[in-house]
């Protein structure tokens, strides 16, 4: 049986880079287009190590249109994971109109693509950032959408309201995958996250803080309505995340779907605040992490995390990999690390 082509943009990033490895792993043919804006070639050879399959690689900015018509005129792709993507909150409120091209004009140009050579299905990289301060936890589906804090979570909320848009008129099944906090590395070490610069993320501070890189780790706040003080997030291991990308689209291929647009959280249903992630990584690294508490971070929210009910449920899937787990291997992929 001819094995499914899939395209994987943003391939050699995070979370596409593990999504990647569980394709392979299943059997799947890949082809990742990436542009190297935020990770390293090198991520190539760390997946050919997990896997023993070196996957074919196109380096490709999917800004450019003419590039993206000539991709799919010369490749027969069965369906697309969609990662590729700018994802810093920050940078987007200082350059919305970088984060507005980056995110949406490349949607708009791939779902062209992908309508005209008849490819009928799409998983895209969604964001809990979509709920906002939900009114109520843990967060479900059926939570409203509220109105963006960041360029960048716009772009989540545009994104998804563009696919929808084309699945009603067009031969498109598409899966929204929301994501809660994607943390930890492949237990082989071979990937995990490449954060460049100063990391804004929790995890990537803290095991730099943990290597003598960073002095210190601020607490962005204590007086949270929580139970410590801190904010509360749904931190998921980065490979059990992937393993979702999979089955959402074996869903797809199978047509199993109940709508062309679906929408699934994914979390492991359990809160976490800052000071439990530290005390996790303290327990499951046998050190000290040096931190002080400063004031909340602008844009922050309370808590979130994801009612995992309906990922559950229809598709078979749920996080097997837990806090400690993770952040063991955030810690041996921070020692690999020059
Ligand atoms: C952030 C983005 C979110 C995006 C996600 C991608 C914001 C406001 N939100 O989520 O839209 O989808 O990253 O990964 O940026 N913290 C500290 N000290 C630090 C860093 C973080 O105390 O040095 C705290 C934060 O205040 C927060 C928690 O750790 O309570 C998690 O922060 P982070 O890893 O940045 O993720 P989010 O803010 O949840």
């Known amino acids: 049986m001819k094995k499914n082509k899939i395209l994987v943009t943003g391939g050699l990033g995070f979370i596409g880079s593990h999504t990647v490895v569980e394709l392979q792993n299943k059997g799947f043919d890949v082809v990742i287009i990436d542009d190297l804006s935020n990770t390293k070639i ?37 369906g697309v994971i969609h990662f590729a993507a700018s994802k ?10 970088k984060y507005y091209e980056n995110n949406i004009s490349t949607l ?9 050579n008849k490819v009928p299905h799409l998983i895209f990289s969604s964001s809990c950032t979509v709920y906002g301060q939900a009114d109520e936890l843990p967060i479900t589906e059926n939570a409203p959408v509220k109105k963006a804090e960041s360029p960048y979570g716009n772009t989540k909320q545009i994104g998804e309201e563009i696919i ?19 943390i930890g590395a492949h237990d ?3 990937i ?3 954060p460049l610069g100063v990391p804004q993320n929790l995890i990537p501070f803290v095991t730099q803080t943990a290597a003598g890189i960073r002095e210190e780790l601020s607490v962005f706040g204590d007086d949270y309505p929580t139970p410590d003080g801190t904010a509360v997030r749904d931190y998921i291991h980065v490979v059990d995340l992937a393993k979702a990308h999979i089955v959402a689209l074996q869903r797809l291929l199978q ?15 359990t809160g976490s605040s800052v000071l439990d992630v530290i005390h996790a990584f303290e327990k499951a690294n046998q050190m000290d992490v040096n931190y002080k508490i400063v004031a909340r971070r602008e844009g922050d929210i309370t808590a979130a995390y994801a009612n995992t009910t309906l990922a559950n449920e229809e598709l078979g899937w ?21």
């Open 188 to 190: 082989s070490v071979h």
């Open 108 to 116: 708009v140009y791939l779902l062209q693509s992908m309508t005209e």
């Open 42 to 78: 090198e991520v190539l050879d760390g997946i050919t190590a997990i896997t023993n399959i070196r996957p074919e690689f196109v380096q490709m900015d999917l800004k450019k249109k003419e590039d993206v018509v000539s991709f799919f005129k010369h490749h027969d792709i069965d």
């Open 164 to 182: 929808q848009d084309v699945t009603k008129v067009e031969n498109l099944n598409a899966i929204a995958l929301r994501y809660f906090n994607p």
């Open 318 to 338: 749920k996080a097997d990999l837990g806090l400690e787990e993770a952040l063991y291997s955030a810690w041996q992929w921070q020692l690999k690390q020059k």
């Open 255 to 269: 047509g199993k779907n109940k709508s062309k647009m679906e929408y699934f959280n994914l979390g492991t249903g």
């Open 192 to 194: 995990g996250e490449l």
């Open 88 to 97: 810093a909150v920050g940078e987007s409120v200082e350059q919305p109109l």
